[in-house]
């Protein structure tokens, strides 16, 4: 089977650039995936699949039946591409560069969709050699709040048939083209953005006694805040919480009448998480109560951590290395961007994977999120293969 699937791969990898040049070219920002998701039912429909379209709006989710059909007993696992991409300038100069101006994908969701699409058209081909069912997300907006996952999980992409495990795969500008990045447990983070406003009274900074100076009392606040994450959070929880904006609209002798602070706050912890929130609202509450001044403390909730589910990361890590060989799998360290698997993660037994897109000597480097991101495209041909093998070795498994 594996080198079945080896061989379908291979015979597929020109579709798979084709394909992923298209999406490269034709990129579409969250939510407004419209062209790209009528693409994608159509190579759906194409390989003899029923998309259901609309889900979350511009998802859709297409069933692969095994051998048995559909039964209660069948285990179904779960297999998710996004589709967004980015507001960037593509400053790549190559045959397929973005044709729309200030739109990118500059995070591989093409890469990803394209090889969810040759995962579909090999388990397609194999269908009469397993038993269970595939289902494939694809989904809108993982860049932006509220996340496309949470909105497909509203959908009910996680009903009828529920997925005992669901499988993501990434683009990792970091891991070297053939390789391929896994972590078990704790590997991505909540991400909360905190706005606090601190209102005082503005005035001549010469007299500050008869003032009362929000840019002083926001300075204790930060380093108050910091203090919260260096004294309540258990030493072995990650964390991380930077302010990168502080406005203060005074001139050297106007104290301003407010000062706005915007942050991140991010942990792999939900309880933390939630701890950790109500401690810093306290804080900047009361201590600007404290100097006489009021605080307006405001959290925009962004995704949930994500957690790779133990044993089934050490599954897929195993099957990887069959299929890859040992040399081609590596650990992955603990990274505090987020990502919106992260909701699946909270729910249904997850494994979310990097595939290795680097390639030095031929200057591809470049991270996600940055104009001039690319891939070594010869990982397509891999990210869809593995997937399969990944997905047929989770079919396997007793329920
Ligand atoms: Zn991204
Ligand atoms: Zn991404």
Not at 25 to 32: C, G, I, R, V, Y
Not at 241 to 264: H, Q, Y
Request: hydrophobic content about 40%; glycine content about 8%; proline content about 5%.
């Amino acid at each position: 089977m594996k080198e079945q699937i080896k061989t379908l791969a291979r015979d597929y990898a020109a579709d798979l650039i084709a394909n992923r040049r298209h999406l490269h070219a034709n990129p579409e920002l969250s939510f407004h995936e419209f062209k790209t998701a009528r693409f994608v039912a159509e190579q759906l429909k194409a390989i003899g699949l029923t998309p259901q379209e609309g889900v979350a709006n511009t998802g859709l989710v297409a069933l692969i039946e095994g051998r048995a059909g559909r039964s209660s007993e069948n285990r179904v696992v779960g297999l998710r591409a996004d589709m967004d991409a980015l507001p960037i300038h593509e400053a790549n100069d190559v045959p397929y560069k973005s044709t729309v101006e200030g739109v990118m994908h500059a995070c591989g969701h093409d890469v990803h969709t394209s090889s969810l699409l040759g995962t579909a058209r090999i388990l397609q081909q194999l269908r009469d050699q397993f038993e269970g069912t595939v289902k494939l997300v694809f989904q809108p907006a993982e860049e932006k709040a509220p996340g496309g996952a949470s909105l497909m999980i509203k959908d009910g992409v996680l009903e009828n048939p529920a997925p005992a495990s669901m499988l993501g795969q990434h683009v990792a500008p970091n891991v070297p083209v053939g390789k391929i990045g896994f972590r078990e447990g704790m590997y991505m983070a909540s991400t909360d953005e905190l706005y606090l406003t601190v209102i005082g009274k503005g005035g001549h900074g010469a007299m500050p006694d008869q003032l009362i100076d929000p840019v002083l009392i926001a300075s204790h606040i930060i380093v108050a805040l910091q203090q919260i994450i260096s004294r309540n959070r258990k030493p072995a929880n990650p964390s991380v919480l930077s302010f990168g904006r502080f406005i203060a609209d005074g001139v050297t002798n106007v104290i301003p009448n407010e000062v706005k602070i915007e942050g991140t706050f991010r942990c792999m912890d939900e309880e933390w998480r939630e701890d950790g929130l109500r401690r810093m609202k306290k804080m900047a509450e009361g201590m600007a109560e404290a100097m006489g001044a009021v605080c307006e403390f405001t959290v925009v909730r962004g995704y949930p951590f994500l957690k790779n589910h133990p044993e089934l990361t050490r599954r897929m890590r195993s099957a990887a290395t069959e299929y890859m060989g040992p040399e081609n799998v590596v650990n992955l360290d603990l990274w505090m961007a987020g990502e919106d698997f992260a909701f699946y993660s909270q729910v249904v037994d997850s494994c979310f994977y990097r595939l290795g897109t680097r390639n030095e000597e031929r200057g591809i480097i470049s991270g996600v999120h940055t104009p001039t991101f690319d891939i070594d495209e010869s990982a397509l041909e891999i990210g869809a293969g593995l997937m399969s093998w990944l997905a047929l070795e989770e079919l396997r498994v007793k329920s």
